[in-house]
């Protein structure tokens, strides 16, 4: 994949820049190094939030027409895809109702407007709500009365439901990624945080409900988080997945375009500042999240709420997130394990951390599956194919990025010790005068 590419597509879609497209960068990509960069489009959610920039800036011109035609197919496939979801939301919502179950919506539709300005340019795979934890049998009763299957996991949390496949044996088109067709899951979440797998401990309120928000999107109403519960979901949901080694480029767009959108609403970060200081570990990995979508896509995070950060891992926090968020990032946290060197800050007792390290850095379970929509062969023999070939991949992977991870190990330690001598808060870590790796 090009490397350049990727970061010409990065850059704009910053979202403070508003530059043109620049016609001797553009065409110096070739159909081939776009072909090569597709998978990697729709895996970091970008695609079509590429293409609506093109659009809007009459730059269609600056990629190959097999390029345009292909994300015009995207969109429109898109399209049905949310149309069929907003569909299923108004069927959703109607259960629920129909056995008195009280609800929230998380992601999806309700990051409109405030993350994301069109939700057909944005991909969504499940539908996600929250409820109350007395209500999750009454849940289940009524997701298997409706012809809901439940996938049992180790991990309990969220509960997830799908329907049978309407459609067994019909192989998927290029666009299956974003087809109508593709399945969808039901996350049923009664916490907003877990903790079984990274070991970190973060005591949220238990007031959701309390402070819940109604939203509407089309001729929907539904309740949904609070503004800035939202946004420590959000936050959350992407520190999360930068730990787990997969966090799509499209969350830190989705927050980018939040804090550009309300930056100059000194009220609401008074609000959200008030709602995180008092919960361990979420200040930090609000600096974390909020510094990688500033540093990716240019929206700056605003004074109210800069200033109220304070934390002594500040320092070491931002060192990682210049050293190594931004190229990680790129690739969807899936290039390297240096996400261990940030996960480390958030757990205090070193045998926990040890089982940790070991974990991710040798893993002995069978890798995920691909979802169904990079199978697009329907033959059993091309699935075992291509479930072989995935497997490889992760092998040399995990080989690789061991090695790495080694290899920067030392280098990582001295710079975390000269880090720690700064106790200060996270604006006046930006604002000291230092070397350039401790800026964002």
């Not at 695609?47 to 027409?65: C, F, G, K, T, Y």
């Not at 402070?211 to 109403?221: G, K, Q, T, V």
């Not at 009220?267 to 540093?295: D, G, H, K, Q, Y």
Request: hydrophobic share 40%; charged share 25%.
């Amino acid at each position: 994949m090009n490397v350049t590419l990727v970061k010409a597509v990065v850059d704009q879609l910053n979202l403070t820049r508003n530059s043109s497209f620049d016609d001797r960068v553009w065409s110096s990509f070739s159909e081939a190094d776009w072909e090569k960069a597709f998978t990697w489009l729709d895996l970091s959610g970008l695609a079509l939030h590429l293409r609506d920039r093109l659009e809007r800036m009459n730059s269609r011109e600056m990629i190959p027409v097999s390029v345009r035609e292909r994300l015009d197919r995207c969109q429109a496939e898109n399209r049905l895809r949310v149309q069929a979801m907003t569909e299923e939301l108004k069927v959703l919502s109607g259960m629920f109702k129909s056995e008195a179950i009280e609800h929230l919506v998380l992601k999806g539709f309700s990051l409109y407007p405030d993350y994301c300005g069109d939700p057909a340019i944005r991909t969504q795979y499940d539908h996600d709500f929250l409820i109350r934890s007395d209500s999750v049998s009454r849940t289940a009763a009524l997701f298997q009365a409706a012809g809901y299957r439940r996938k049992i996991s180790s991990d309990e949390h969220p509960i997830e439901y799908r329907r049978p496949d309407r459609h067994p044996g019909r192989p998927l088109e290029l666009v299956g990624y974003y087809s109508p067709q593709l399945g969808r899951s039901i996350e049923l979440h009664y916490r907003l945080w877990e903790s079984a797998e990274e070991k970190i401990e973060i005591d949220l309120a238990r007031d959701f409900f309390e402070h819940a928000a109604a939203r509407r999107w089309n001729e929907i109403e539904y309740m949904g988080l609070g503004d800035e519960d939202a946004l420590v979901f959000q936050v959350l949901h992407a520190f999360r997945h930068i730990l787990r080694n997969w966090c799509r480029l499209s969350a830190f767009l989705e927050i980018a375009h939040f804090l550009n959108r309300r930056s100059a609403d000194t009220s609401f970060w008074i609000r959200f500042a008030r709602r995180i200081n008092e919960v361990r570990w979420v200040p930090e990995a609000t600096m974390v999240v909020f510094c990688l979508s500033e540093t990716l896509f240019g929206a700056p995070i605003p004074e109210a709420i800069k200033w109220q950060l304070t934390s002594a891992r500040y320092p070491v926090l931002a060192l990682w997130t210049e050293r190594y968020g931004r190229n990680s990032a790129l690739a969807n946290f899936q290039s390297d394990k240096y996400s261990l060197f940030l996960h480390r800050e958030f757990v205090q007792d070193s045998v926990t951390w040890a089982g940790i390290r070991k974990r991710r850095l040798f893993p002995v379970q069978r890798p995920h599956r691909l979802p169904a929509a990079f199978q697009r062969r329907s033959s059993r023999l091309a699935r075992l194919w291509i479930d072989g070939c995935h497997a490889i991949r992760r092998v040399r992977f995990h080989a690789a990025s061991v090695f790495k991870y080694a290899w920067e190990y030392p280098r990582w330690m001295r710079l975390r010790r000269r880090s720690q001598a700064l106790t200060v808060p996270y604006a006046q870590v930006q604002s000291t005068p230092r070397d350039s790796s401790w800026n964002c």
